[in-house]
């Protein structure tokens, strides 16, 4: 990704006012999510908004789409006073958002998302001919290779985000927002991204830009406004240093983005003896012959490029899916494949990429999604030890430093940050001995990063274990104490602490591995691309 600044200078006739929010405010029980929050963007900018999870971002965007209603302060769009009360309200007005949380329908055609609601129609009757064509030249304008008639269950996630840019692209919007867009797109795919914005910045539409890679900043915006707690607190450049946007951002220095503490037994120590191991690990067309070690007090990094196979690695390992050969053992004990419950008594947790999809019931509360995993053992003679439940609960949540009003708030109301820790939290509570982490600070802000690396330490100096996959490349290398990279579905080399660079893993990455070509092709070809 080009970390270069595309700030400009900005035309009288782009610096001119399109959107202004004055004041605004709004509570959710126990909670004040925006307390006089001002904001405005001018045609043809790029203006951030960035600031913890929970400062009240998605607040502020929801408000603009139509999700939320103000209870206080006012909303302008070309000078004029509006009321935002629905999508309808906010596509009238050329508001189009494109949200962190996908909001596609899995069993309709990219086509059919993308127009929903505003197919073309001849003769009474939808024309899929026009719909196909138009939706075929908005995939190609983001540089995506999807068939406009693709289902979009079939498709993987950075290209369910390519499929919500186009759709929001559809709407000619003049106000586009963007929340996390990059989150879960390869470089490659960010600068196609990039391309896209500053395009549409030229052509005079005004972006709100959300993201928590900071290097993004600077190469894309033009202002920077700064929430924290639910108030506006400064505007500055884009060009504004990296370590004073975190300042601004959480209210402190932060001195050590990776503040790995390293406790790792030697080898060869009582101490050392592995507490996952995995032998010869093979699904054919997924991955083939994987074996590697995770042992007490250490991490180890599971790095790569998008589709090596390193999810579907872990997802086997921790029982959620099938393979065809190989052995799984913590503590020397073998566990029995496609059984979640043995892997968790053994003493595996997993906190999965997709933490809403997989890690979480979002409509339950904090309490009851904490006790997820302890839930078996907390049952005696068919009935729950409720107050027990809560307590252990109550613990972890203020262990974790979760923000929220209470222990019966839904975790759907949480932010990603407190999200991800309820998640991390319920496999605290089950005191899991090898924890696996698939992206664990994806769309997580600065700070919370900081305090889940902690967490991490303290995990590994009490004798656990950590697996870690990361797509943030610094981050795997700030964190692991040893990196295995994967390549076409096999581990392509280990890398030690001090021999791990950006360079070295980047060139195990892409290493061209024989006999395994034609799995993948098998691969492709069985899911229909």
Excluded: C
């Amino acid at each position: 990704m080009s970390t270069q600044s595309a700030t400009k200078p900005l035309s009288v006739k782009s610096a001119s006012e399109l959107l202004r929010m004055e004041g605004v405010r709004k509570t959710f029980p126990g909670v004040v999510a925006l307390d006089g929050v001002d904001f405005d963007l001018r045609r043809g900018e790029v203006h951030v908004l960035l600031g913890e999870n929970g400062a009240g971002k998605s607040t502020l965007i929801k408000m603009l789409s139509g999700a939320h209603r103000p209870d206080g302060g006012r909303i302008l769009v070309d000078g004029s006073p509006v009321r935002i009360h629905g999508a309808q309200d906010a596509e009238r007005l050329g508001i189009a958002t494109i949200y962190q949380e996908f909001n596609l329908v899995p069993d309709l055609s990219v086509a059919e998302n993308i127009f929903l609601g505003r197919q073309p129609r001849r003769l009474g009757l939808i024309d899929r001919k026009t719909m196909n064509a138009r939706a075929a030249e908005l995939l190609a304008r983001v540089g995506v290779d999807v068939s406009p008639t693709d289902r979009v269950r079939e498709l993987g996630i950075a290209r369910l985000q390519m499929v919500e840019i186009a759709k929001a692209l559809s709407l000619d919007a003049r106000v586009l927002i963007m929340d996390e867009p990059t989150a879960v797109l390869t470089t490659e795919e960010v600068d196609k991204l990039f391309r896209i914005v500053r395009a549409l910045r030229a052509d005079g539409v005004g972006i709100v830009f959300i993201t928590h890679h900071l290097e993004e900043i600077a190469a894309l915006g033009d202002r920077v406004t700064v929430l924290r707690d639910g108030r506006s607190v400064t505007q500055v450049p884009a060009a504004t240093e990296q370590d004073e946007l975190v300042r601004l951002m959480v209210g402190r220095s932060i001195e050590q983005q990776y503040p790995r503490e390293r406790t790792a037994p030697a080898a060869g120590t009582a101490a050392a003896v592995p507490l996952l191991k995995v032998e010869g690990l093979t699904r054919r067309g997924s991955f083939q012959d994987i074996s590697f070690e995770v042992r007490a007090g250490e991490v180890v990094g599971l790095a790569g490029l998008v589709g090596a196979g390193r999810t579907e690695v872990v997802r086997a390992v921790f029982g959620a899916d099938p393979y065809d050969s190989g052995t799984v053992r913590v503590l020397g004990k073998r566990l029995p494949g496609r059984d979640v419950n043995a892997a968790m008594d053994a003493g595996i947790g997993l906190v999965p990429e997709d933490r809403k999809g997989q890690g979480l019931v979002l409509d339950a509360s904090v309490h009851e999604n904490l006790g997820l995993v302890t839930l078996r053992r907390a049952t005696r003679a068919g009935l729950v030890d409720r107050a027990g439940q809560r307590r252990a609960a109550a613990r972890i949540s203020e262990q974790l430093a979760v923000r929220m009003a209470g222990l019966d708030q839904r975790v759907r109301t949480l932010s990603g940050g407190n999200q991800q820790k309820v998640v991390i939290g319920k496999w605290l509570l089950a005191d899991s001995k090898v924890l696996i982490l698939d992206e664990p600070t994806r769309g997580i802000d600065v700070g919370a990063k900081v305090e889940i690396y902690q967490l991490i330490n303290e995990l590994t100096a009490s004798g656990h274990a950590v697996l870690m996959i990361s797509s943030d490349l610094p981050e795997v290398l700030g964190m692991s104490d040893r990196v295995l990279v994967m390549a076409q579905g096999r581990i392509a080399g280990e890398l030690g602490a001090q021999e791990a660079t950006q360079d070295a893993v980047m060139a195990l990455a892409v290493k061209d591995i024989k006999g395994v070509t034609e799995d993948v092709k098998e691969m492709e070809g069985s899911r229909g691309h």
